[in-house]
């Protein structure tokens, strides 16, 4: 039995919100300790801080799906995503060039890398998009 839209108009909606938002930024703050962490040498810890930050991914997603923050049939929402994702690189390379020039090429590199992650992300989708919903916009 599918959990989607189990919380949206009961009881639970408001929980489930909530903490669909709080496991994001769990997210957040786990990849954000682990960058920390291997800043600072501390290589195991990052991978630790990693292996929770994973699991609170898992539980925004579960949150969200209760919810149905995202469309249960969700081939044109994929397809909107696709854009998104294709257009992020045109973002973040002038950001890695301003960041550049103001004197962080460390930072700098790593937003080309993600501009380069962006991209790839917008490949996936579009192939997968061709493969299992040519239908969708
Ligand atoms: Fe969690
Ligand atoms: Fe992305």
């Known amino acids: ?15 489930a ?5 709080g496991e994001a930024n769990g997210v957040m703050m786990y990849y954000a300790l682990a960058r920390l962490a291997k800043e600072q040498g501390l290589d195991e810890l990052e991978i630790v801080f990693k292996e929770l930050g994973d699991q609170e991914a898992v539980h925004a997603g579960f949150f969200a799906v209760m919810n149905s923050q995202y469309p249960q049939d969700f081939w044109d929402f994929v397809a909107n995503v696709q854009k998104l994702e294709a257009s992020a690189k045109g973002k973040y390379l002038p950001l890695a060039e301003k960041v550049r020039a103001a004197g962080c090429p460390e930072a700098a590199a790593e937003i080309e890398r993600f501009a380069e992650e962006e991209a790839h992300h917008g490949v996936v989708l579009a192939n997968i998009l061709k493969k299992y919903a040519p239908q969708a916009q």
């Open 17 to 21: 919100a909530a903490s669909a938002q």
């Open 1 to 15: 039995m599918s959990i989607y839209g189990f919380a949206k108009g009961t009881e639970f909606e408001k929980v």
